[in-house]
């Protein structure tokens, strides 16, 4: 997260790297009690001014190496037996980037530095009589209670700065963890929309091939059987024209609802007449079909449901009529009972059975549609006849006189 802060905003590294040389100025400049007594002390000196000078430089983009070089300076000037001086201020910036920015490890190390810093700075301190020393006694042997009291100050010197850091430290998590939120929301919310673009268009494909693909089953088999009929029979022939005609108007006005959704959808105007008409319509279609019912009151329930079992059968009719054998009768059964209702659609297998590969359209689309309102499409071939039979739970009910 820093080295994309650095990345957006270089200034950060420029004013880091300038805070450093600032450490440097002070120790140089500001008046101070620095003595140099021999070749060994200057080199304490130099080398703890410079480490302290490149921790405070790099505190925020390496908090646990400058925590580290802060302690090793802070070593190499006590070895120099030299009082405090402002320069050393850089301490307190280094355990504030230690809080805010370090791992875990380098946050309870620096938290323990702070304990540790305070012991070790107030013994140095006392070691060697600083310009503090005005506020301790001179006997290091019986600290007065003052003594007290400017430890609690010393430890305040370097609990402050740590405090700071390490509430600045939640906020920032807590930014990120708002941010990480709002990413994932927003990832979650695109995600949504595409499932719904996806499930608007296995719908639309859905609903299209069943209206389609129904009509034009009818179409071919009442095409087909105008050709079975005496050159006498004209009334049979233009009520099979009739038949192509209507079957053709219906399906393209249930079409254009779908595509155009100026109107109530098909599925919303599904009920027990449109299920017993689509049966009838077939049976009149093609010569063969025998429609078994249980009772001729029995009532498709409203809702998803009913348009489950609706689909369904338009689907198992559709399937009979252009895979099944022409010359083989078709039998349909509408049966109900406590637990459900049901239709069975039983046919003799022609050449080219049909897929249930794909997911959204034909069979595999009606397994998915029926399991979705708590149905279940079960699917039996047996020899030379395919069995298929969609169930709805829970029928009750009959149809309204």
């Known amino acids: ?90 301490i307190l910036a280094v355990l504030a980037s230690a809080a805010h920015h370090g791992s875990r490890r380098t946050l309870v190390m620096s938290g323990v530095s702070v304990v540790g810093g305070t012991l070790v700075g107030l013994w140095y301190l006392l070691v060697i009589q600083s310009w503090v020393g005005g506020l301790l006694a001179t006997d ?15 430890g305040g010197v370097f609990a402050v700065p740590w405090l700071i850091g390490l509430v600045a430290r939640f906020v920032r998590l807590s930014r990120e963890r708002r941010r990480q939120a709002d990413a994932a929301d927003a990832i979650a919310a695109e995600a949504t929309k595409v499932a719904d673009v996806e499930a608007a268009r296995v719908a639309l494909a859905r609903d299209v091939h069943d209206i389609v693909g129904h009509s034009l089953a009818v179409i071919v088999a009442q095409a087909d059987s105008v050709r079975f009929r005496g050159e006498g029979d004209v009334d049979a022939v233009r009520a099979s024209v009739d038949t192509i005609a209507e079957t053709a108007r219906r399906a393209l006005h249930e079409v254009r609802q779908v595509l155009e959704q100026t109107g ?73 009972d406590a637990e459900g209702m049901q239709v069975t659609v039983d046919n003799a297998i022609g050449s080219v059975p049909p897929s249930t590969a794909r997911s959204g359209t034909g069979l595999a689309g009606i397994a998915e549609r029926l399991e979705a309102v708590g149905g279940a499409l079960v699917i039996d071939r047996g020899g ?18």
Do not use: C, K
């Open 1 to 90: 997260m820093l080295a994309d802060e650095y990345r957006a905003r270089p200034s950060g590294i420029v004013a880091d790297i300038l805070l450093g040389l600032l450490v440097i100025v002070l120790a140089v400049v500001v008046p101070n009690s620095i003595a140099v007594t021999d070749l060994q002390n200057a080199a304490s000196v130099v080398l703890s001014i410079v480490i302290l000078a490149t921790s405070v430089g790099v505190r925020r983009i390496a908090p646990g190496f400058a925590l580290a070089g802060a302690w090793v300076s802070a070593l190499l000037w006590m070895v120099s037996l030299n009082d405090v001086i402002p320069a050393q201020l850089g």
């Open 140 to 154: 290091i042997g019986r600290l007065p209670p003052r003594a007290v009291t400017f430890g609690v100050l010393v």
């Open 264 to 336: 109530p959808a098909p599925d919303a105007v599904v009920d027990t007449l449109d299920l017993h008409r689509l049966i009838d319509d077939v049976a009149a279609a093609r010569p063969g079909v025998i429609v078994a019912r249980a009772r001729d009151d029995l009532a498709v329930p409203p809702g998803e449901p009913g348009v489950a079992l609706y689909r369904a059968t338009q689907e198992l009719l559709t399937n009979a009529l252009r895979h099944g054998d022409t010359d083989a009768p078709i039998t349909v059964t509408l049966t109900s």
């Open 384 to 401: 030379s006849r395919m069995v298929v039979t969609a169930r709805i739970p829970l029928v009750t009910g009959r149809m309204d006189a």
